[in-house]
Every structure is written in structure tokens, then in C-alpha cells.
């Protein structure tokens, strides 16, 4: 081989070096949007749910107050949060802590509040729903809203305010009156509020039984 066969050689094994580190580096530095890959379309997410009053009665309305938005993805900026406009019913879930019984409430019709993104709705707690603690759920699934020529739903699970991104709401609420405490006997509200007189008559009478041992053992004078 020549030494003009050498030199090509080598320098087209340079070439092909360069090119195989090369294209990684490009893969990494192409902006998303360049390389084909569509921003992700994502769910609706609810990130605020309060309920009140916090304390209700069978009967009684049920305000509920939520937010919900959806992500897509900027090149350069990454997920970007928006307000999801246009929602118009949703569907609730009344859960018993104690007891997961539960309520469904579908398809109730809901009303912005002013703030983009966030609605409000009010139901009337059902005769036959669970009492006690309980979480308000909006049911996951149950909202939709049109975007782009197609249709978002979410949230992807049920949602209650444990469950959100703000730490300000609150969906767990008091159906009925909490069960009260079992009455005392009359023995213990006679005990209620006596203990010092009771141990100073029980000291009383260890004393004198003390006395009363001492004396019995009391040596007799000799005849």
C-alpha cells in the first residue's frame, strides 16, 4: 500500500470517528418539536377541592369549590400548566371514612367562579348517603372539556383535597352529629372530682386499722 493509500486511510477512519461522536451530540441538542415528537396531550387534573360547611346534616347543601388544569409541553420550557376552560358537569363521591359506604352524585352541572380553571356546585347531601367523617371526591373521569379537536378527560383517579396539589382545601366534612361518649355510671361521677377526699379516708382508715393491729399486740402485764 502506498503512502498516499495510507494517509487516505487514515484520514477517512478520522471521518467516520467524528460522524459516530457527532450524532449523539446532535440527537441530544435537537429541540423536541425539531426531531418530530408532538407535546403530550396529558389528562385534566383536579388541584383544589374544598367542601362546605364542613359540618352538615342529611338534607343540608353541600358547596364545592375545584380546580382543574391541564399540561402541555413547551419546547425550551417543559410542562407548562393551563386552565381547563369550558367543563360543565362533573360527578361527585360522598365516602364514609369509618365505613367506605358511599354516595354518587353524577353529572352535576357546575359554573365558573371567575378564576379561570375554577368552578363551583352544589349538591343536596341524600337521605340515604353515609354520615359521620366523610371525603368528597370529584370522581376520576368525570370531567371532560374540548381542546383541539378532541376531548380531555380526568382526573385520572378520584380526587379528594388530600389528593391535590394545594394544601389550602378541605372535602373532609361531619355528616350528622358526631356519636357522643357513653354516660357515665353513677359510681364514677361519684368518683368525678373526689379523689382527695377519697385518699385521705382511705388513709384514715389504713391508720386506724394500724392502731388497731398495735394494740392487739400489746404484751400483757405479768401476774
Known amino acids: 500500500m502506498s503512502s498516499h493509500d495510507v494517509a487516505s486511510h487514515s484520514a477517512s477512519r478520522v471521518q467516520h470517528v467524528l460522524i459516530l461522536l457527532l450524532v449523539p451530540l446532535l440527537m441530544v441538542s435537537t429541540p423536541a418539536h425539531v426531531a418530530g415528537q408532538a407535546p403530550p396531550t396529558g389528562m385534566l387534573w383536579v ?18 369549590v375545584f380546580r382543574v388544569v391541564y399540561f402541555t409541553c413547551e419546547p425550551y420550557l417543559g410542562s407548562i400548566s393551563n386552565p381547563a376552560v369550558g367543563i360543565k358537569t362533573a360527578t361527585f363521591l360522598i365516602i364514609s371514612i369509618a365505613t367506605q359506604q358511599s354516595k354518587e352524585y353524577p353529572d352535576v352541572p357546575v359554573f365558573p367562579t371567575g378564576t379561570e380553571g375554577e368552578y363551583r356546585a352544589e349538591i343536596q347531601i341524600a337521605q340515604d348517603g353515609p354520615t359521620g367523617r366523610v371525603w368528597v371526591y370529584v370522581k376520576g373521569n368525570s370531567l ?51 379523689e382527695l377526699v377519697l385518699l385521705l379516708l382511705a388513709a384514715v382508715i389504713i391508720l386506724l386499722l394500724l392502731i388497731s393491729i398495735l ?4 404484751p400483757k402485764p405479768p401476774p
Request: no cysteine; hydrophobic share 30%.
Open 144 to 194: 371532560q372539556v374540548a381542546f383541539e379537536g378532541g376531548m380531555r378527560l380526568g382526573p385520572p383517579n378520584n380526587t379528594h383535597s388530600e389528593l391535590t396539589y394545594d394544601t389550602s382545601d378541605l372535602s373532609l366534612i361531619q355528616i350528622g352529629q358526631p356519636t357522643p361518649p357513653p354516660s357515665p355510671s353513677p359510681l364514677s361521677q361519684l368518683l368525678q372530682g373526689n
Open 47 to 64: 388541584t383544589y377541592v374544598n367542601a362546605t360547611p364542613t359540618t352538615a346534616n342529611l338534607g343540608d347543601n353541600l358547596l364545592i
Open 215 to 218: 394494740a392487739r399486740r400489746k
